[in-house]
């Protein structure tokens, strides 16, 4: 094609566009476009930072107005607890930048890319001696960089996506950008609008043993791309086109359909002006397409969603490569513009891992690798047809569709097991296996019936109920997670290489200090991730432990400490340190002692029924109340009397006299399962009671009525004000039915509102709906909402809720016990959660002014181990002061009243 022809159609791809029409000189077309970071690039610091403690401000600069506030000086110098005689001054860096040209006339992307990467360290503090005393807590340090981002002249404004992998906050032009995207996942960049010149870049640079190792010189990398764009709606890509869309593999056993339905695209509307989807179809009439929300689906500026949706193809091998289209309208214009998508699903054989695909409780599309039983699986008649399922949950930073996650256990293809590798979502499985990620775990496991019969499968069926759970590193973190959290689901266990929890992984010991009443409420917001404090949960349940004694990323202490810890709790661990190995080794999963116990406890497999009579005389209970536990021997978790501590229950059982004895300890209340009904009295805190046979067969409610213990019929006990998905941390919030609702009062908190959607996407891959209608949002959508207000613009909630309340000048938190007012102030925040009927959450994100909702939306769930209660106020001395700068922090209880142990100064 000739160049002049060339360039035709790539004006009138423009045009159709709507933006630059006129011709444009070729020769001139990469300098005219030119846009690039500066080489150097000026740093402070390093200063001290603690785990997970960066949500919570604790940034020494911010005391001093910020690092925006500040001028590079060779003078200057800043106080540092790291640094030798306590100070820090400014230094220079020389950034790695990749400027590839572009030349339409042989590159037909219509954008240029740019991209600097800043490697931070500070060879003279003194490491070695620092981590002596305080171990991987003294490698972690933050900083600041200030560099340029440079439009070139004669451009015109020009729309470009900025990704800032490895960053948490930055400021451009003067403009906060708090969320960024640590982990690098790739998933969600800013739209940014630029005129020509000069635009200032101060990035906060943080350096986390958990994302970087805890080897030395302690680095940090961070890097910043940037990405001219046409102004239009963009499938959000991964690398690479072909790897944008969630979609299953295609079973080839099964005359090549999908081995799943669900597939979902991501869209991200780069235009300055709102986008709505209106169609969405496959390229032929190979596909149909059936959209699962409501089109039009609406894009406000800057804004990405997955867009969900089911097909259905008809086989055609090869049936690649598949595009999936969309069509859609910018506000303001009629004109219909159009994209697509193109994958290659993989063919797979019917036996092999492989990818399925199914719907996150959160409303989007989520995957996992699914191996079915092979036809030479040793799956005796005693399991009645069904198979439990194998869960293998995979460490951080890794992606269950990778061929190092996939065929882990390949070496075990003949388990009588269903082998599932869920992916959590994202690589750090969203929260740690907790809330996010563990529904998608449960999501999972129940997509496989589903492919049962999409399959027509006449291989043994799957038991959803009875799981063998292990994990390596972060998954095996979560395989404890689900030992303390799910003892009736889980038949056997196998932690390998796995923390014990997250505070003892990298200590909190460098966080600010603060007042010990508030950063206990912190810890105590983390409780349930206290694994160790609730292995009485695992009594009864076979644990096989493994560890390399040479691991110097999850260090075996870990293990030997819950070995010891586990047997103190009178439960079953066979404990194998693997002499010289690392953290992870060829083979680690599939090791001669794991292989044993996998068949074990997998073949023949005749576990006991969930929620059966105890073969032991005595058990325990734990819990954190926080609303993701499920019972352990058909006993319901307890309700703590006071939120923020663990509640526990004790009991013993005399068969022969017919006698159960419970104690309690901060229960308000407990359901008791139907098996207790051959006792015929039952001892509660030494108060003996009679027991009479529940009317509906569901068991009892143990109530607690003044210093008396009640039993309760279910339907007649009295249902607490907060219960079910409400119950929890401010996390709880991420328990959410449907795609999360942002709501903003005005147009001051919409940034603030896409900030928020654009960090649940980054983290947790969840779909948002952003909309300035509060009544819409409670009423007439199914997920937990999320409402950004300033000032007095904050709507009246849906019930009654009582415990702070904003009025015209003040803000006021208080019950019967505990008060406090504080008069509005500049940069006053707080961030707390409120009931929604139906067992739905609001979390209001609130501020005096722009800057106090800034710093209260730092707070939304993001990081895990960060401790967020349900609720925190606070002033702009939170940002160098961290919790301390807090003003109100805590809990509220089962009637949603600020708790006993709450802090208000």
């Given at each position: 094609m000739l160049l002049s022809q060339i360039w035709h159609c790539v004006t009138g791809y423009v045009a159709t566009l709507g933006l630059r029409q006129e011709p444009l000189n070729l020769t001139d077309y990469s300098r005219r476009l030119n846009i690039t970071f500066s080489a150097d690039w000026q740093l402070l610091g390093p200063f001290q930072i603690g785990t997970r403690e960066a949500v919570w401000g604790a940034d020494p600069l911010e005391y001093y107005g910020g690092f925006r506030s500040l001028e590079y000086s060779d003078h200057d110098i800043f106080k540092s607890s790291l640094a030798f005689n306590g100070t820090v001054p400014w230094s220079t860096l020389r950034a790695r930048l990749d400027n590839p040209p572009v030349n339409p006339a042989l590159d037909t992307r219509w954008w240029t890319t740019s991209s600097a990467e800043l490697n931070v360290g500070f060879p003279n503090i003194d490491w070695h001696a620092l981590q002596a005393v305080y171990g991987w807590a003294a490698l972690q340090w933050q900083g600041w960089a200030r560099g340029e981002l440079l439009v070139g002249d004669n451009v015109g404004s020009v729309t470009v996506v900025l990704s800032v992998e490895h960053v948490l906050e930055l400021w451009l032009d003067g403009v906060h950008y708090f969320g960024g995207d640590f982990f690098s996942y790739g998933k969600a960049a800013v739209t940014l609008h630029l005129k020509p010149g000069t635009h200032r870049i101060d990035v906060r640079v943080l350096r986390e043993v958990r994302a970087d190792g805890g080897g030395h010189p302690p680095r940090a990398t961070t890097k910043l791309g940037i990405q001219t764009q046409a102004g239009v709606v963009k499938a959000v890509t991964h690398g690479d086109l072909l790897h944008s869309a969630v979609i299953s593999d295609i079973s080839y056993d099964n005359s090549g359909f999908f081995a799943s339905d669900y597939a979902s695209i991501s869209l991200r509307n780069d235009a300055p002006h709102t986008a709505y989807i209106h169609k969405l179809y496959g390229r032929t009439t190979q596909c149909v397409t059936e959209p699962l929300s409501t089109l039009p689906l609406k894009l406000l500026p800057g804004q990405t969603r997955p867009v969900a949706f089911r097909m259905g193809c008809v086989p055609d091998r090869p049936m690649v490569p598949l595009e999936i289209n969309y069509e859609y309208t910018i506000e303001g214009s009629t004109r219909i513009e159009k994209g697509f998508v193109r994958t290659r699903?993989?063919?797979?054989?019917?036996?092999?891992?492989?990818?399925?695909?199914?719907?996150?409780?959160?409303?989007?599309?989520?995957?996992?690798?699914?191996?079915?039983?092979?036809?030479?699986?040793?799956?005796?008649?005693?399991?009645?047809?069904?198979?439990?399922?194998?869960?293998?949950?995979?460490?951080?930073?890794?992606?269950?569709?990778?061929?190092?996650?996939?065929?882990?256990?390949?070496?075990?293809?003949?388990?009588?097991?269903?082998?599932?590798?869920?992916?959590?979502?994202?690589?750090?499985?969203?929260?740690?296996?907790?809330?996010?990620?563990?529904?998608?775990?449960?999501?999972?496991?129940?997509?496989?019936?589903?492919?049962?019969?999409?399959?027509?499968?006449?291989?043994?069926?799957?038991?959803?109920?009875?799981?063998?759970?292990?994990?390596?590193?972060?998954?095996?973190?979560?395989?404890?997670?689900?030992?303390t959290h799910r003892p009736d689901n889980v038949i056997a266990a196998a932690p390998l290489s796995g923390y014990s929890n997250i505070q003892n992984y990298v200590p909190y010991t460098m966080w600010r200090v603060s007042d010990p009443a508030k950063s206990a409420l912190v810890h105590a917001s983390l409780n349930s991730y206290r694994h160790e404090l609730m292995l009485e949960n695992a009594k009864g349940i076979p644990i096989f432990q493994q560890h390399g004694s040479e691991d110097d990323n999850v260090p075996p202490y870990h293990s030997r400490l819950l070995s010891q810890l586990i047997e103190q709790a009178e439960?079953?661990?066979?404990?194998?340190?693997?002499?010289?190995?690392?953290?992870?080794?060829?083979?680690?999963?599939?090791?001669?002692?794991?292989?044993?116990?996998?068949?074990?406890?997998?073949?023949?497999?005749?576990?006991?029924?969930?929620?059966?009579?105890?073969?032991?005389?005595?058990?325990?209970?734990?819990?954190?109340?926080?609303?993701?536990?499920?019972?352990?021997?058909?006993?319901?978790?307890?309700?703590?009397?006071?939120?923020?501590?663990?509640?526990?229950?004790?009991?013993?059982?005399?068969?022969?006299?017919?006698?159960?004895?419970?104690?309690?300890?901060?229960?308000?209340?407990?359901?008791?399962?139907?098996?207790?009904?051959?006792?015929?009295?039952?001892?509660?805190?030494?108060?003996?009671?009679?027991?009479?046979?529940?009317?509906?067969?569901?068991?009892?409610?143990?109530?607690?009525?003044?210093?008396?213990?009640?039993?309760?019929?279910?339907?007649?006990?009295?249902?607490?004000?907060?219960?079910?998905?409400?119950?929890?941390?401010?996390?709880?919030?991420?328990?959410?039915?449907?795609?999360?609702?942002?709501?903003?009062?005005?147009?001051?908190?919409?940034?603030?509102?896409?900030?928020?959607?654009?960090?649940?996407?980054?983290?947790?891959?969840?779909?948002?709906?952003?909309?300035?209608?509060?009544?819409?949002?409670?009423?007439?959508?199914?997920?937990?909402?999320?409402?950004?207000?300033?000032?007095?613009?904050?709507?009246?909630?849906?019930?009654?809720?009582?415990?702070?309340?904003?009025?015209?000048?003040?803000?006021?938190?208080?019950?019967?016990?505990?008060?406090?007012?504080?008069?509005?102030?500049?940069?006053?925040?707080?961030?707390?959660l409120r009931p929604l009927p139906d067992e739905r959450l609001e979390l209001v994100v609130w501020g005096m002014d722009e800057e106090g909702l800034d710093i209260a939306a730092r707070l939304v769930p993001l990081w895990t181990g960060s401790g967020q209660p349900d609720f925190v106020v606070g002033d702009r001395s939170m940002l160098w002061k961290g919790i301390d700068g807090a003003l109100a922090m805590g809990f509220f209880d089962h009637d949603w009243k600020v708790s006993t142990n709450s802090f208000v100064s």
């Open positions: 699903p993989p063919l797979k054989d019917i036996h092999a891992p492989h990818k399925i695909t199914y719907m996150h409780p959160a409303g989007m599309v989520s995957y996992a690798i699914l191996r079915p039983p092979s036809p030479n699986a040793k799956c005796p008649h005693g399991t009645n047809g069904t198979a439990p399922v194998l869960l293998a949950l995979h460490g951080a930073g890794l992606e269950a569709d990778s061929e190092l996650v996939r065929h882990a256990l390949d070496e075990v293809s003949d388990l009588c097991a269903w082998l599932l590798f869920p992916t959590g979502v994202t690589p750090w499985s969203g929260d740690d296996w907790h809330i996010w990620g563990w529904a998608d775990v449960e999501a999972a496991i129940a997509a496989i019936p589903a492919w049962i019969e999409r399959h027509e499968w006449t291989g043994p069926g799957v038991n959803v109920n009875h799981w063998l759970v292990m994990g390596h590193s972060n998954g095996g973190q979560g395989t404890w997670y689900a030992l439960a079953e661990s066979t404990y194998f340190e693997m002499s010289g190995r690392p953290h992870w080794w060829d083979g680690v999963m599939t090791t001669d002692p794991l292989k044993h116990f996998f068949h074990r406890h997998l073949d023949g497999n005749t576990s006991a029924t969930a929620g059966a009579p105890p073969s032991a005389s005595s058990f325990s209970i734990v819990s954190a109340g926080y609303g993701d536990m499920g019972p352990k021997l058909g006993f319901e978790p307890p309700q703590p009397r006071v939120p923020g501590r663990l509640a526990k229950v004790d009991v013993a059982i005399d068969p022969l006299r017919q006698e159960c004895r419970i104690y309690t300890f901060n229960v308000r209340s407990l359901r008791l399962p139907p098996w207790l009904d051959f006792c015929r009295c039952i001892s509660v805190d030494d108060f003996w009671m009679t027991v009479d046979a529940p009317s509906n067969g569901a068991g009892w409610t143990l109530e607690a009525q003044g210093h008396r213990w009640q039993l309760m019929d279910p339907s007649s006990a009295v249902i607490p004000k907060r219960r079910g998905s409400q119950l929890g941390a401010m996390d709880a919030i991420l328990r959410t039915n449907g795609a999360f609702q942002i709501v903003y009062t005005s147009q001051n908190a919409l940034h603030i509102a896409l900030q928020v959607s654009r960090n649940l996407y980054q983290y947790y891959g969840a779909d948002t709906i952003i909309t300035d209608s509060y009544t819409e949002a409670c009423e007439q959508a199914s997920g937990n909402v999320i409402t950004v207000a300033i000032g007095g613009g904050l709507p009246q909630e849906l019930g009654c809720f009582d415990s702070i309340v904003i009025e015209n000048d003040r803000i006021r938190v208080a019950d019967h016990t505990i008060g406090g007012v504080y008069r509005f102030r500049n940069a006053l925040g707080a961030i707390f």
